[in-house]
């Protein structure tokens, strides 16, 4: 049988974010979430890093030209449901990619601005921020900065949700379409992110804190997760509630397992779905 004939697809999803060699966060823990979520997860890489739980030793760029190649090899063939962005180091990277989600027509983009790693390292050139707000804030269903990215995007401290708040609005007026800011870093028991809508509306989010030392890769999975969600067909609001509730459970499920020396990375496959056959 032709392959053009047959009756179903996958949900599909593409990953366009750094390695991590640890297998904790960036594409790795992106195709983890996509397969736990039961949908086809493809990548095309920014950049590889020599990292582990303890830390990033060395970052060596993917030429933008090989990252458009990626891009457009998957897109052409087998067809993108969502996108999730990771990592983009430098304004020819942030360029490169607001291209081919022009070029392609791109929707349900899920962009999480990895700025800083869980260990504290810098993982974006100065210079590359305004270029990623004025090219990809527009371009993309949803922005998920945590507190330490909102701050260097707003360029001040943020310690309450007050500030999360005055944060999320500055990121729309900057023309973001949606912000999620996590508030994980905030102290105290209670976990609080804000839904930002550009239509006004403001949804909080709040659960008891999971306490576990292994959260590497958590703002990657939930970047992952929430674009998956989109794939299966979710509207924002509860693709962002759903992955939310994977986390949650990915991070309680892994919280007393050791995995390297320090910060440990998730369990992504505690519940993991069967791959979702979709009617073409």
Not at 88 to 105: D, F, G, K, M, W
Not at 129 to 140: A, G, K
Not at 221 to 227: K, M, N, P, Q
Request: proline share 4%.
């Amino acid at each position: 049988m032709p392959t053009n004939s047959l009756p179903y697809s996958y949900p599909r999803v593409i990953s366009i974010a750094g390695s991590d060699s640890g297998g904790g966060a960036g594409i790795q823990a992106d195709l983890k979430t996509f397969s736990a979520l039961g949908c086809f997860g493809m990548t095309a890489i920014t950049a590889l890093t020599a990292q582990n739980t303890t830390g990033v030793r060395a970052i060596h760029a993917v030429p933008a030209q090989m990252l458009a190649d990626q891009i457009d090899a998957v897109v052409e063939d087998i067809g993108v449901d969502a996108v999730k962005i990771g990592m983009l180091h430098s304004p020819e990277i942030v360029q490169c990619v607001a291209a081919a989600i022009q070029r392609h027509n791109l929707q349900r983009v899920v962009f999480d601005p990895v700025m800083v790693a869980t260990s504290g390292a810098v993982l974006i050139d100065n210079s590359a921020v305004d270029v990623l707000v004025r090219e990809l804030f527009p371009r993309t269903a949803v922005i998920t900065p945590n507190l330490d990215e909102a701050a260097l995007l707003v360029k001040r401290a943020l310690h309450t949700e007050a500030d999360m708040e005055a944060a999320a609005n500055e990121l729309l007026a900057m023309g973001a379409n949606a912000v999620l800011v996590k508030g994980g870093h905030l102290q105290g028991d209670v976990v609080s992110d804000l839904l930002a809508l550009a239509s006004g509306e403001k949804i909080w989010m709040r659960d008891s804190r999971i306490h576990t030392p292994n959260t590497h890769g958590t703002g990657c999975t939930l970047s992952s997760a929430i674009a998956a969600h989109l794939a299966l067909g979710q509207p924002l609001v509860d693709a962002v509630q759903s992955a939310r509730a994977y986390i949650r459970g990915a991070l309680r499920e892994g919280a007393n397992v050791r995995t390297g020396q320090g910060s440990g990375p998730l369990n992504h496959s505690y519940a993991p779905q069967a791959m979702v056959r979709k009617t073409r």
